[in-house]
Structures are given as C-alpha cells and as structure tokens.
DNA sequence: TTGTACGCGTTATCAA
DNA sequence: TTGATAACGCGTACAA
C-alpha cells in the first residue's frame, strides 16, 4: 500500500496539513521543516492521490480525447493520428493525463450522451476531434465541460474550432489540375461526406469547376464508406471513362484509387492524374508520389490542446475562437497534363 | 453543478445511504422506494462523482494505456493502432474508461517512472504496448498495479504477456523466400533491433538461413531508425548487389523498402522480392501488394485486455499467463523466383 | 426496510 | 509558523 499524508503526518510528528501546504509550496512552512518533509515524502515515495486531491480541488489534471470516428478508423487514419501525437504532447508536457473515448456511430454516446469520464468529473477538459454527431455538442455545451473541436466545424455553432482551410484546399488542388488542363475530374470522398472537412473539400472542388466555367456532375462524386476510396473510384470510371483526373477527399482514400487505377490498366499520371490531402507519410512512399495538401496536423492537436488550457486558465467565459490552419499545395509526380 | 446523491437525498426526503444502495442495486431498499429513487435520479441527471466513488472503492473503473514507444511513431503503425482499437473496444464494452501516455525513450518515464496516473492510483490496471525500458517494467512491478504486456516479452522476467510469434513468423517468410530459389537475402530492420519483436524476427530469419546452410552476414542486415526502411534498403543493395529478396521487420519498413528499389531501378518482384510482416491495410493498396504475416492485432489488444480484467477480478494473485498467436503466411504479388 | 455515522486522502479555513 | 478540523461525495457497516 503506497504510503498517505497521514503516513506521512505520523513519521514525522507534524499536522497533515503542513504536509500539504509544504509539498504544494504553498507559503506558511518553516524553510527547515520544509526541507524535512521533502526528504521524507520522497524516501517513503510519497504521492498524493489523484482522487482525494480531485474531490477537494474540483480539479483532476485530466484531459479527454473524444473521437467523432470508430476507434480504429480514427487511429487509422494517419491525420488524426498526428492530431492526437499533438494532443499528447502538450498535455503530457503541462503535467496532465490524457483520458480516451470514441462516440462512433452506433454507441450510445451518439445519441447526446456525454462520455462517461465527463459526467463523473474525471476530465477538466475535453477535445473533440472529428466530426461528431450534433447531439454529442449539444450534450456537451449542456455539460458545461470546457471543450475545443478540432477539424470539424457544426455549422451554425459558435464553438471554439481548429480546422483547416479545406474549402480553399481542395480549390488550390482542383485549380492545379484544371491549370494542367484537365475538365473531366472525379471527386472520390469520404465519410462523412455530408458534413465536416470532406464536405468542405467537396464544396472547394465544386467552386474550383465552376468558377472555370464546368459543370458540377453529381455522377462523377463518389464515396461514403471510410476508406473506400478504391471502390468509389471505380464507380467514377464507371460512370464517365473521359475522366482524366481524380481529387480525393484525402490522401488514404487517394492511394486507395490507385488501386482502381490500376485494377482497370490505367497509369498515373499519364491515362489519370490524382490528388490528395493531408501529405500522410505514405503519400511519398508510394509510386508515383502524391500530390497532395501538406497540413500541419500535429500543429492542429497542439493548439486546439493549448486553446483548452487557456480555457481552464480563463474559467469557461471568454468567446470562442476560431483557429484555421492553412494547408500548403505540395506538387508530386501524381499530377500531370491530360493525355493528348 | 451537476447534482450530487445528498441533492437527491433532499429532495425525495431520505438518506443518502439508501440512495446508495438503491442505484447500486444492492439489497435492502422496498422496490416502491427503489422506483422512486432510479426516477428521480434520472430527473435530476445524476450521476455518481467519480473521484468520490474512486476514494472509497479503491477502484477507478478506468485502465491505462502505456506505449513504449513515442506517441507519434505508436499512433502511425497500424499494428499499434489495432491493438490500441482492440484495447479501447474490450474496455469500453466493460464499461471502464481509458487513459493513455507514454514511456519513450527520452521521456522520464523511461528512466524508470512510473506514469503519473498510476503512482496517483487513477487506473485499475495497465496495459504496456511496445518494447518499453526493462526500467519501466521493474518500476511497474514495484508500484503493485496489475499489468498485462502486449507485443513485447522482455527476457528473463516472468510476466502476463501476450505477443505474437514472431521467429517463427519470420522463419516461415524467409522459407518461402528460400523455397523460391533466393540465397542472397536481406533483412530490412527497425527499431528497436535488439529487442523485442523485431529482434524475435531478426532470429527467425537468421534461424532459417542456417536451415538452409547460407552463412547469416551481418552486412545484409539493416535498420534502427524507425520507419527507417528506405534507407536500410539502400545500405542492404549497396553492400550486396546480388541481393534478390528481402525480408522486412514489419509492412511499414516493406512499403518503404519499395521506394529504395524504385529508385535504383529495380523491379518488384522480379528483380527482387519483398516481405512485410502484419499486413496493414497499405499492404493490399501497393503494387505489388505485398506478401507477408497477418497478425490478429485487434485479437491481440482485446485478448490482452480480457486478460488484465481477470487479474482485476482474481485480485493480482494468480501466475503469469503468456499468450502467443499465431502469424498466417499471405503470399502476394511481391515474391516471385529470383531473375535466371 | 431504512437511517446514522464513519472513513476514503486531500486541501482549505480557521485558531492557536 | 503550525495544528486542528471541516469539507469534498460517496459506499458501507451497523444500529434502529
């Protein structure tokens, strides 16, 4: 059994209290006494218990991390791993625990309800990455748990938000590809494609075409499944062989065309150009590199963990914040003129 | 502020103590009462504090996820982030929560620490993913907290662990390898290489070279930098040209492998061949897609979850259990018979 | 069946 | 500067 403050009290003939006000440096200990009961907590390798310390303090130096996606989608995807390292780092680095939870799809927390580690008051704060159902912001905003989204934006939410630029994104890749001279390009989106960042993305592809004067073809939009990028692909060529060029709403589903590509005998970028976003390690690895949106998701988890702590710092009240991260066009070999 | 059992005492008019019971479904408690107080309890939206609860049950309902690894280079390795969904998937289907940290290197963790939330007894127990430090491990077993290894069996320590098969995995990719004709073999690392699974299928490899009667050369085997494998390639064909396979510590190392051949020219599989070890998704995506060793990652977080709830139940006592699975050889496209 | 009261390990507010 | 003691919110023996 790990030793208490009382323990602690007892061996040394002072008030438990003295104990706590010393170890918390906290002014009205005696320097000499001081130093004894540092000595001593360290011999007996005391530590103070995060329960008892978080009835009193109401406080639990204790994060969570609440991922709109199914687990291992959300690891998956090398994006949200990223925002997660930056979550980890700067929470690790303010001395704080870091708690997990999904409110995927089927669970009851998509429902509107909280995680259980926020209704008991294990967390000071929460982020939220991904996009989420709209009951679980509800539910929170309910809860009065501090809280900060990253790469999703609920519209009609004044909500403390990081994301990216991905209406821009997907406009700079889609300009890249009609400058190259391509007019015949699929979209090969993600879910959920009805809201969140692919959803942005879809719209910059369908602002990019028509500002250039073509069409938006619903047939030539694809995707619903996570990762299904190989299949909706190949519905796309199904539904319009012209097609020269392919945005994908990021860079796992983008690769995964590759495979449609060349399932079908087609080569990149002569016979179809492809694009991504997000620059996940993988998008250089493989053949030919990707062109792709360079984002700095590790920045994004970083500031949206900073933004939070700045919160608990201000007590709640001050007016939520909106931080966008600009995503960079990185040229690869992926992209190319039209055939002919 | 949420309301506490004694608002909820107050209001019905009865005390605290039969609240308790009533909402713990203990005995003791006339089904009328019961009625009432589950009724009002979900008017009023209680829900138990759990610092409080923690306090007098000595139990969190919460499990730690210690990564041996950093927390960026964990996250972005597929096997991790299956065995981590596998982990989060058991827990929550158990009603517990999940914390995460980790103990790489360079961290004080690593210098034999023991993570803040389980010196703070915040966890129940832990789960320790990866090749941590034999500090950690030692610093673990003092602190008294049940914990359960996955993916990692230092030598010579008697502990619950539940890893795969990894010599043997490789001695059955490098006999495939051998089976074709190839004699002038690779071995593409990753870090760390002198313990832990790669280190297990470094000997694998080594074991079915001697097998076979071809002299193991130190020359041929690569690779400490993580995700490293690129480079390690690169040394491996500049050291031995006549190399025609090569056998990765694990898919991501493969992948990567694939961009060094690329760029001296070479050809997969004919000029040479390639094996991973895991198959991740990315390995079915490449081309060729690669032949390698499917691990049930997610079998193996669940499995050792499960493993570490029993403990939590048979109270720490029982003897360590190690649980092995089983790899299964998938031959792909990346391996062929050797040129001539 | 219900109520009382103690204790879990801290911090914080008083007195001394 | 130090000590005593009351919270914090809950579970649980024990008494009624």
Redesign the pocket.
Same mark, same amino acid.
């Given at each position: 059994?790990?030793?208490?403050?009382?323990d =602690?009290a007892e061996s040394l003939?002072?008030?438990?209290?003295?104990?706590?006000?010393a170890? %918390?440096d906290?002014?009205?200990?005696?320097?000499? =006494?001081?130093k004894r009961i540092v000595r001593k907590a360290a011999e007996l390798d005391?530590?103070? %218990?995060g329960?008892?310390?978080g009835?009193?303090?109401?406080r639990t130096e204790t994060i969570g991390l609440l991922s709109g996606l199914d687990t291992h989608a959300f690891l998956s995807n090398p994006f949200y791993a990223g925002v997660f390292a930056g979550i980890e780092a700067e929470t690790r680095e303010r001395n704080h625990a870091l708690m997990f939870a999904s409110a995927a799809q089927k669970s009851p927390l998509s429902l509107g309800e909280v995680p259980k580690f926020v209704v008991e008051n294990r967390v000071d704060g929460l982020l939220v990455v991904g996009p989420v159902e709209v009951n679980v912001i509800g539910a929170l905003q309910d809860s009065r748990c501090p809280f900060v989204v990253v790469d999703y934006h609920p519209a009609a939410e004044d909500l403390d938000t990081v994301v990216t630029n991905n209406t821009r994104g997907a406009r700079v890749l889609t300009d890249h590809l009609l400058q190259l001279g391509h007019r015949h390009i699929g979209f090969v989106g993600g879910a959920p494609l009805d809201r969140g960042s692919y959803h942005e993305r879809l719209l910059g592809y369908r602002e990019a075409l028509e500002n250039a004067g073509i069409a938006y073809r619903q047939e030539l939009v694809h995707g619903a499944a996570p990762a299904g990028g190989c299949e909706s692909a190949m519905k796309i060529l199904e539904a319009e062989p012209r097609v020269t060029a392919l945005v994908a709403c990021n860079d796992v589903n983008a690769l995964a065309a590759y495979g449609a590509l060349r399932a079908r005998g087609l080569s990149v970028p002569k016979d179809v150009s492809v694009v991504g976003f997000d620059d996940v390690p993988a998008a250089l690895e493989v053949w030919p590199p990707l062109t792709t949106m360079r984002v700095d998701r590790v920045g994004m988890g970083r500031k949206a963990a900073q933004r939070l702590f700045q919160k608990l710092a201000e007590g709640n009240a001050t007016s939520p914040h909106q931080i966008v991260f600009s995503a960079e066009l990185v040229v690869r070999a992926s992209t190319a003129a039209p055939r002919k």
């Open positions: 059994m790990r030793a208490t403050i009382k =602690l003939g002072v008030n438990v209290g003295t104990i706590s006000r170890l %918390n906290k002014p009205g200990v005696g320097p000499e =006494l001081r005391y530590r103070p %218990n329960h008892a310390r009835l009193v303090t109401q």
